[in-house]
């Protein structure tokens, strides 16, 4: 007792304005902010009393203060609030930073007591493991680090210190490094390239600056006037032509006999690798040729990488040579193999050569998936597989069930408080382990919060039941629909583009400032305006409704428009703009399918693919007999006026 009433006579002292009558949740709001100032012993008398109260939420004080003392918290300290606040998604996040600090100490007989009660995939506390196991001469477990060097793009501090055990040993070789390199610029991962780069000794303060010249600006390359000489300067001006020859293959060809010259024939054949792949994301018609004589030379020297093979097979898929898709699919990976888009590409291959018992046996199982590729797929069989899918409404025990769960009250209590980042964890942690029926009544609840985003995505996850209503539900329907008549468009497609977007989050906002529902840039909606004569749209009121979905239904009428009405293409042209569209234009009509699979941006490729599928979802929401998938994408061709429209688009957006 008299403890209790010295910590609240300091409490008291300290915190003048939390007297006893304060709200728990503005003294829990008020510990977010000691948290954030790292004021580690004023956090403890706040914790102290959310705790004496019984607050829901007084485990995220305990949480933080533990954080703030990471370095001197004894392990007693971990283990109490592991066991206590098991249920918490934070739970495994101390036992992550307990392990690593047990591998800071190299107390390793107890890091792996822990570790062996540890269920979370953690790169940094799985390379403290293994370099822990090699400490106590363990002889797999760097090897077993090479698997982490070769597959990750991004490795946490933790792992420096594992690959240098690696080098030590000479299990990590220079050429392991030099491989590494190649593939971190070939994935245009640079900041991991630039950590790579410092393992390779030798390496000159003049290299290292060309390095930095050449991945900020491959362009760079045309003003050197030398030949490369060292081996990283010729794994630079690979990296650069490769580069320079998606965007502008006639100033590459100038250059490439200087750089080809300086080259030794492996370092040649992977230079043609790159050449390969650029010519199909141009979409060269003499892509695949290229890929072929790349093989048929020398095919034992260099295997062609996962991207080469990708871009391989979308060559043959463009040029409808249905026995080259098939071998370059067979060339794949079995894991590659494995995914979506090349089940049905080698169905389709099948098809196309009128082998449908083969074709048939890839789709019948693919067709169970509900998504882009499953859909095409069971359209493809027709009735022989199609099926209802089973729906399922959760009754109001089943929602006041899922009301009743913990960590989901928690959810919607750090939401109310304005913790969204947190409510979302507590979210993502609280479904993971449901089951379908329990999935859709939580995306109900989701839903009754005004949660679209978090209901789709929860209603998403259902693997046999499904809601639609829930995934692809309708709201601001008035205005959608409203809109979509002034520009005499489809309101499923309205509707489709705007899950993509924003799943319906009225205060999204992207890294470019994208605003709204219907995500319209600034620079967009200045354009409309003045077009107009909109004197009601600024920046400031981008995010409310009625403003954004006029925007964004203009836009897209626009978009249509300048492209002859081709769906898939003013869709790709919303993403990823007018310009780009035009350089991705078709000589002859093309299937909108074979189109969408070949655009180039890998993010616009999924985005045309997405907002169609969702459109053909929302066409029967709306009660619509609408085409199928396939019949959406349609056909493609170029039209003679889309450079003069998108000219003009870009005139005005300036």
């Known amino acids: 007792m008299r403890f209790n009433l010295l910590a609240l006579t300091f409490i008291i002292f300290c915190f003048p304005s939390m007297a006893a009558s304060d709200k728990p949740d503005d003294i829990f709001l008020r510990a ?37 003392n990471l370095n001197d918290a004894q392990d007693i300290e971990f283990e109490s609030l592991i066991q206590q606040y098991a249920d918490f998604p934070f739970a495994e996040k ?41 400490t106590q001469n363990d002889a797999l477990a760097l090897v077993e680090g090479k698997e982490i060097w070769q597959d990750q793009t991004e490795w946490p501090s933790q792992c420096q210190a594992l690959f240098d055990a690696m080098q030590q040993r000479q299990v990590l070789s220079q050429e392991d490094i030099w491989k590494k390199l190649r593939a971190t610029l070939r994935e245009q991962q640079i900041s991991t390239a630039k950590m790579v780069l410092s393992r390779l000794p030798a390496i000159s303060s003049s290299q290292q600056k060309k390095f930095e010249r050449y991945t900020q600006s491959p362009q760079e390359i045309f003003k050197n006037t030398t030949k490369p000489e060292t081996r990283l300067e010729r794994e630079l001006a690979i990296y650069a032509l490769s580069r ?83 071998a370059s699919i067979r060339e794949m990976p079995k894991k590659m193999q494995e995914e979506a888009v090349w089940r049905y590409w080698l169905a389709r291959a099948y098809k196309e050569k009128r082998e449908t018992a083969k074709a048939n046996a890839i789709w019948v199982t693919l067709a169970k998936e509900r998504n882009y590729y499953g859909v095409l797929a069971e359209e493809e069989m027709g009735d022989v597989v199609r099926a209802p899918t089973q729906q399922f409404t959760p009754s109001e025990a089943d929602v006041e069930m899922a009301k009743s769960m913990a960590g989901l009250q928690r959810a919607i209590e750090l939401d109310r408080l304005g913790l969204r980042w947190e409510s979302r964890i507590e979210w993502s942690y609280a479904i993971k382990s449901m089951n379908d029926k329990q999935l859709l009544a939580a995306a109900e609840l989701a839903s009754r919060q005004g949660w679209l985003d ?32 002034n520009q005499q468009l489809d309101a499923a497609w309205v509707y489709g583009l705007s899950r993509q977007e924003s799943r319906f989050n009225l205060n999204a906002r992207s890294g470019v400032g994208a605003s709204g529902m219907m995500q319209v840039m600034p620079a967009t909606a200045k354009w409309i305006a003045k077009r107009n004569g909109w004197k009601d749209v600024r920046a400031d009121n981008l995010h409310q409704l009625d403003t954004n979905v006029k925007l964004g239904t203009y836009y897209l009428r626009y978009t249509l428009d300048s492209f002859s009405g081709q769906t898939p293409i003013a869709t790709a042209a919303y993403n990823a703009g007018p310009g780009r569209v035009r350089s991705w234009a078709t000589v002859q009509p093309m299937e909108g399918a074979i189109y969408a699979e070949t655009i180039p941006i890998l993010e616009t490729r999924v985005y045309v693919q997405k907002v169609m599928l969702n459109t053909y979802f929302y066409m029967q929401r ?8 396939k019949q959406l994408l349609g056909k493609v061709s170029n039209v003679e006026n889309w450079q003069a429209k998108d000219v003009q688009i870009q005139e005005m957006m300036e």
């Not at 259902?462 to 959608?480: A, F």
């Open 622 to 629: 709306l009660g619509k007999q609408g085409p199928s998938l």
């Open 244 to 326: 320079m020859a998606k965007r502008d293959w006639a100033q590459t060809q100038k250059i490439m006999p200087k750089i080809q010259s300086a080259l030794d024939t492996e370092e040649s054949r992977y230079l043609d690798m790159r050449l390969a792949v650029a010519a199909a994301f141009r979409l060269d018609e003499a892509a695949y040729s290229m890929f072929e004589k790349l093989e048929t030379s020398a095919p034992e020297m260099l295997k062609l990488d996962d991207q080469a093979l990708a871009w391989k097979a979308r060559a043959a898929l463009r040029l409808r040579q249905w026995d080259s898709l098939i």
């Open 94 to 134: 101390v036992k992550s930073e307990w392990l690593k600090q047990l591998a800071k100490r190299q107390q390793w007989d107890k890091f792996f007591q822990v570790y062996q009660r540890y269920s979370h995939e953690d790169m940094g506390v799985n390379c403290s493991a293994l370099l822990g196991r090699a």
């Open 454 to 485: 978090v209901a789709i995505n929860t209603a998403e996850k259902t693997q046999q039941l499904h809601n639609d209503g829930l995934k692809y539900p309708l709201p601001y329907r008035e205005v959608v629909e409203g809109f979509s008549r």
């Open 32 to 68: 977010r902010t000691l948290y954030q100032q790292r004021q580690l012993n004023e956090l403890k008398q706040v914790a102290d009393k959310l705790e004496s109260e019984q607050y829901l939420l007084s485990p995220y004080v305990r949480y933080w203060q533990l954080l703030l």
